[in-house]
């Protein structure tokens, strides 16, 4: 099971730029029964590797724009940083309720949004070019939602760029993969060496993966990008309500209570 998903996310990342955090982690939850830390970080070492294979693809069509690339990665390598340090640095015993909302609602939002872009005909209004310098504010966010859900750079960064620059698809596609490759191997660092990799499962969907997205990256050609992200939008859109409403029944972790010594007897 662990290859098929391998597979069908690395899929999807190659084609669309969208998925290696928002489908991953939330997979790895809801379907393996791992635990919200160690998907994090499943999650964020898997889209690194993958996102090795897809971008170079990418690079060599041209697909990357290397001055949108300076400014988004000035404001979200920082900050994917210091969400990085922050889940570490935090009980990890009392993170799942906590990361299950951050990744669904994540999930939530940047479905929707993807999928209002892709129904509209217009698509998101563009900002004009001399916007640029709002990126790295716009992206800090989604670089410290990374750091310490794994989510959001693919599927709030498309719209973003959407949003913010005047890059045709297959550039917003490359761009972000680019950026996502960053953010992953930045925060994927820190993770794994923090916390270690759960390596059997990794290694069963870098087994379907690293295929796939070979796959994922031609099929650009063949494909319509718009109606591919139509698809991929309504299943995410599923799994970030499934996702949060398991952090809605999924019980707060009770604080721990306080042993009292009682002063011997006179």
């Given amino acids: 099971m662990e290859i098929l998903a391998g597979f069908l996310i690395a899929l999807a990342i190659g084609a669309t730029g969208v998925g290696a955090g928002s489908i991953t982690a939330p997979i790895l ?3 393996f029964g791992m635990s919200a830390p ?3 970080t499943t999650s964020l070492v898997f889209s690194t590797i993958v996102k090795l294979i897809a971008t170079p693809v990418y690079l060599s069509r041209g697909h990357v724009n290397f001055k949108v690339l300076a400014y988004i990665a000035g404001g979200g390598l920082p900050a994917v940083i210091i969400g990085s340090l922050l889940l570490n640095h935090l009980d990890k015993e009392g993170l799942t309720r906590p990361i299950l909302i951050i990744v669904g609602i994540t999930v939530l939002i940047s479905a929707m949004g993807t999928f209002w872009r892709s129904m509209s005909p217009k698509g998101i209004e563009r900002k004009a070019v001399g916007s640029l310098w709002v990126l790295p504010a716009v992206f800090a966010p989604i670089g410290f939602e990374v750091g310490f859900s ?3 750079a693919g599927a709030l960064g498309t719209v973003a760029l959407m949003r913010f620059t005047e890059l045709h698809p297959a550039e917003i596609v490359g761009t972000d993969l680019a950026f996502g490759l960053l953010l992953s191997l930045f925060a994927g660092g820190i993770h794994a060496s923090t916390t270690g990799v759960p390596w059997p499962v990794l290694w069963k969907l870098l087994m379907g ?8 990256t031609q099929l650009t050609k063949v494909l319509e990008p718009r109606k591919m ?3 991929l939008c309504v299943w995410l859109i599923y799994i970030g309500g499934q996702l949060s409403w398991r952090a809605i029944q999924t019980p707060a972790k009770a604080p721990a209570a306080k042993v009292t010594q009682s002063s011997p007897a006179r």
């Avoid at 993966?209 to 994922?216: M, R, S, T, Y």
């Fill in 29 to 31: 939850i809801l379907f």
């Fill in 38 to 40: 160690n998907a994090v």
């Fill in 150 to 152: 794994s989510a959001g």
């Fill in 209 to 216: 993966g690293v295929p796939a997205v070979l796959i994922g």
């Fill in 229 to 231: 992200r139509l698809a």
